[in-house]
């Protein structure tokens, strides 16, 4: 019998596979979708997150991140990490990579959409395929989720969206650069020689060109012409009553996703997937909420209060003046997300 039958075959999903295969387990993958799959996403890896791939097997190209700097109007605050560098990477390439070291552990993907799951006490079964547990990887709207109704609709808080696109220019900064407005961020990364990818994310509904508007001297610094099309995501936030259900488990965006202010969403899914894989070797599902919960402490901490300072407009707006009057507090705070 199958071990580990992973939904979905994005980076969680592979990193998953990729954790299984290299623990001995029998795991495949289902994605319906040619590879690789392009998604809105920062695309900036914090060391953290390069550590996981590389202790994977897995080599991305990409440019070189020496840290994180937040700009606004009047000021701006820049941390270095201090134990070695993040990457920007285009989140085609990281697809590719994963996808390559899991072929290389002979990790089978079948072209199979799963949206709901039937189990019994000692196997799951879902698109005809029968497996001892079920990863469900199926991303920040996971079908999987709603079906074992683990997640939490209701949320009183404005919902926050992410708009992305590339431009041909060379990069300017070794940093991911944070621009900060009154009503959103926009996430300048370094991707390549001659390009950036520029992410924004805002509870305003509208065109990319008017959010970038909001950052005139970002903007000064782009093309006219965006190198790709705009990719969007959202609500970002999603909430779950809990990321087991039997003989399933939830991993990367659809185990629960709070925002991507901290560009932290690769990390957390890597470190999840290791966690996973730990439980299904031990036989103990149950185990795997609790440690998804300590993986993720850190990032559900800090971005929930950046998010909460976020909403209070005169409190949001001290953001970066105080990131940049107290700036060994700043870089505490970037590195220990790093």
């Given at each position: 019998?199958?071990?580990?039958?992973?939904?979905g075959?994005?980076p969680?999903?592979l990193a998953?596979?990729?954790?299984?295969?290299?623990?001995?387990?029998?795991v495949v993958?289902?994605?319906p979708r040619p590879?690789?799959?392009d998604?809105a996403c920062?695309?900036?890896?914090?060391?953290?997150a390069?550590?996981?791939?590389?202790?994977?097997?897995?080599a991305v190209?990409?440019?070189?991140l020496r840290?994180?700097?937040?700009?606004?109007?009047?000021?701006?605050?820049e941390a270095h990490?201090r134990t070695?560098q993040?990457?920007?990477?285009r989140r085609?390439?990281?697809?590719?990579?994963?996808?390559?070291r899991?072929?290389e552990?002979g990790v089978?993907?079948?072209?199979?959409?799963?949206?709901?799951v039937?189990q019994?006490?000692d196997?799951?079964?879902?698109?005809?395929?029968?497996?001892?547990?079920?990863a469900?990887?199926?991303?920040?709207h996971s079908?999987?989720?709603?079906?074992?109704?683990?997640?939490?609709?209701?949320?009183?808080?404005?919902?926050?969206?992410?708009?992305?696109?590339?431009f041909a220019v060379?990069?300017?900064?070794?940093?991911?650069e944070?621009?900060?407005?009154?009503?959103?961020?926009?996430?300048?990364?370094?991707?390549?020689?001659?390009?950036?990818g520029v992410?924004?994310?805002?509870?305003?509904?509208a065109?990319?060109?008017?959010?970038?508007?909001?950052?005139?001297?970002?903007?000064?610094?782009?093309?006219l012409?965006?190198?790709?099309?705009?990719?969007g995501?959202?609500p970002?936030?999603?909430?779950?009553?809990?990321?087991?259900?039997?003989?399933?488990?939830?991993?990367?965006?659809?185990a629960g996703?709070?925002?991507?202010?901290?560009?932290?969403?690769?990390?957390?899914a890597?470190?999840a997937?290791?966690?996973?894989?730990?439980?299904?070797?031990?036989?103990?599902?149950?185990?795997?909420?609790?440690?998804?919960?300590?993986?993720?402490r850190?990032?559900?901490?800090?971005t929930?209060?950046?998010l909460w300072?976020r909403?209070?407009?005169?409190?949001?707006g001290?953001?970066?003046?105080t990131?940049?009057?107290?700036?060994?507090?700043?870089?505490?705070a970037?590195?220990r997300?790093?």
């Amino acid at each position: 019998m199958i071990d580990l039958l992973v939904a979905g075959g994005g980076p969680a999903g592979l990193a998953t596979a990729i954790h299984a295969a290299r623990a001995g387990l029998r795991v495949v993958v289902a994605e319906p979708r040619p590879g690789p799959v392009d998604k809105a996403c920062g695309e900036g890896l914090m060391p953290g997150a390069v550590r996981a791939l590389a202790d994977l097997g897995v080599a991305v190209e990409g440019r070189a991140l020496r840290g994180i700097r937040y700009v606004g109007p009047d000021h701006q605050a820049e941390a270095h990490f201090r134990t070695q560098q993040g990457r920007g990477v285009r989140r085609t390439e990281l697809h590719s990579a994963l996808s390559r070291r899991a072929a290389e552990l002979g990790v089978e993907v079948v072209p199979l959409r799963i949206e709901a799951v039937r189990q019994d006490r000692d196997s799951v079964t879902a698109a005809g395929i029968t497996a001892r547990y079920l990863a469900a990887a199926d991303g920040l709207h996971s079908p999987i989720r709603r079906s074992l109704q683990l997640g939490v609709r209701s949320d009183p808080r404005a919902a926050r969206y992410g708009l992305r696109r590339h431009f041909a220019v060379p990069p300017w900064t070794d940093c991911v650069e944070v621009h900060w407005s009154a009503g959103a961020e926009a996430y300048v990364t370094p991707v390549g020689p001659g390009l950036v990818g520029v992410a924004v994310l805002t509870c305003d509904r509208a065109p990319f060109e008017e959010h970038l508007a909001r950052f005139p001297r970002l903007a000064a610094r782009l093309p006219l012409s965006a190198a790709t099309p705009t990719r969007g995501a959202g609500p970002l936030r999603q909430r779950v009553r809990g990321r087991v259900a039997g003989r399933a488990m939830l991993v990367g965006d659809a185990a629960g996703y709070v925002d991507a202010l901290t560009g932290e969403g690769i990390s957390m899914a890597l470190g999840a997937a290791a966690q996973l894989v730990r439980c299904v070797r031990a036989d103990r599902p149950q185990d795997y909420d609790r440690a998804w919960r300590q993986v993720s402490r850190d990032y559900r901490v800090l971005t929930g209060s950046l998010l909460w300072l976020r909403a209070r407009p005169r409190l949001a707006g001290r953001i970066v003046p105080t990131a940049a009057r107290f700036p060994s507090v700043f870089a505490a705070a970037v590195n220990r997300l790093a």
